[in-house]
């Protein structure tokens, strides 16, 4: 049986995102920030690669999404694909 190697193109997939993974959840944002937050939304974000394991918390209020690491931070860009995917 020959074989075929068909995953050389799958290589560069597995380079850029192939060892992350985030995990998404759902917090309240008054039980963590207290009555009277502007925080409608509040995720809390734990991503693995290889190495390291890094939390994040990211908050939505009426200036957007952002992230406890600024609004630059990739997993604002996870939550924001998270909740697209849930509606
Ligand atoms: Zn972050």
């Known amino acids: 049986?020959?074989?075929?190697r068909?995953?050389?193109?799958s290589r560069r997939?597995?380079?850029t995102e192939?060892?992350?993974?985030?995990r998404?959840?759902?917090?309240?944002?008054?039980?963590?920030?207290g009555k009277g937050t502007s925080v409608m939304k509040?995720?809390?974000v734990e991503e693995t690669t290889d190495q390291t394991r890094i939390?994040?918390?990211?908050?939505f209020d009426r200036h957007g999404w952002y992230c406890e690491h600024g609004k630059q931070c990739g997993a604002v860009g996870d939550?924001?694909?998270?909740?697209r995917n849930k509606l």
């Open 1 to 4: 049986m020959p074989r075929v």
């Open 55 to 59: 939390h994040h918390l990211v908050f």
């Open 79 to 83: 939550v924001q694909k998270f909740t």
């Open 24 to 33: 998404i959840r759902p917090m309240d944002p008054v039980e963590m920030c």
């Open 42 to 44: 509040l995720y809390r």
């Open 13 to 15: 997939k597995e380079k």
């Open 18 to 22: 192939g060892a992350r993974k985030v």
């Open 6 to 9: 068909r995953n050389l193109n």
